[in-house]
C-alpha cells in the first residue's frame, strides 16, 4: 500500500478517517473487499 507500520496501526485502531479509495486498498492489501450498501426505508441497493 505505501504506507508506514505507524499508519497501518491507525487504520486498525480506528484512530484514522479513511476515503473509500483507501479503506478498498487497506482491505484489498489483507485480502477483502469494501463493498457498499445504500438503505432507503425497505428498499436496500448494493453499490
Known amino acids: 500500500m505505501g504506507v ?5 496501526s491507525q ?8 476515503d473509500t479509495a483507501t479503506m478498498a486498498a487497506y482491505l484489498r492489501a ?4 469494501l463493498t457498499m450498501m445504500a ?3 425497505k428498499l436496500s441497493v448494493r453499490l
Open 30 to 33: 489483507i485480502g477483502g473487499e
Open 39 to 41: 438503505t432507503v426505508g
Open 4 to 8: 508506514t507500520q505507524g499508519r497501518i
Open 11 to 18: 487504520i486498525e485502531r480506528g484512530a484514522a478517517r479513511l
